[in-house]
T-cell receptor, first 114, second 115 residues
């Protein structure tokens, strides 16, 4: 595709429910990142996939958060038992992986936990 | 790991004013440095970058120079426009090791330009 796409664009859920957020990276990009952008908090790194290597999960805030990347392409970020503090915009980015440092960002998914 | 200290906002300017947004960083190794911009209702996009000391990144009239001695990468523009209103993020890229490939973002600086 032309760029990184994310779905849904908006998600409203009730506290305690599970949610899945999807990211389609740019075709051929081997690196994929998830970030969280909360109001007044800047961008918070969550997780990083690079090729077939084990993902860097060092930014995941709790064990309620997990992510997978199937076939080296599409990624899903899952938040279990959502809490109100999980409300934020979740951003996905991809990078070419070899020789390219620039990350290309998707439009984000705005998650609201009621 | 890397860390970034970015000028707090919001910054409000009149059109054609001079802009400086300060950014200093701490990093191991020799990071590449980036400025990203987020226009209202849009995703983040790369504004400019510099990969080695004394390099000057430039784009859309914005400039930033990689100052290794002061570990700074301040963003400047000589004459801002209303269309420059956005949030600006400074981000060093990890030089190597286990953090290679990761960007560390500053808190972001909100810029509003009035006609």
């Amino acid at each position: 595709g032309a760029g990184v796409s994310q779905s849904p664009s908006n998600k409203v859920t009730e506290k305690g429910k599970d949610v899945e957020l999807r990211c389609d990276p740019i075709s051929g990009h081997t690196a994929l990142y998830w970030y969280r952008q909360s109001l007044g908090q800047g961008l918070e790194f969550l997780i990083y996939f690079q090729g077939n290597s084990a993902p860097d999960k060092s930014g995941l805030p709790s064990d309620r958060f997990s992510a997978e990347r199937t076939g080296g392409s599409v990624s899903t970020l899952t938040i279990q038992r959502t809490q109100q503090e999980d409300s934020a915009v979740y951003l996905c980015a991809s990078r070419r992986g070899t020789g390219g440092l620039e990350q290309f960002f998707g439009p984000g998914t705005r998650l609201t936990v009621l | 790991g890397n860390s970034v200290t970015q000028m707090e906002g919001p910054v409000t300017l009149s059109e054609e004013a001079f802009l400086t947004i300060n950014c200093t960083y701490t990093a191991t190794g020799y990071p590449s440095l980036f400025w990203y911009v987020q226009y209202p209702g849009e995703g983040l996009q790369l504004l400019l970058k510099a990969t080695k000391a004394d390099d000057k990144g430039s784009n859309k009239g914005f400039e930033a120079t990689y100052r290794k001695e002061t570990t700074s990468f301040h963003l400047e523009k000589g004459s801002v426009q209303v269309s420059d209103s956005a949030v600006y993020f400074c981000a060093p890229h990890a030089a190597g090791g286990t953090s290679y490939g990761k960007l560390t973002f500053g808190q972001g600086t909100i810029l509003t330009v009035h006609p």
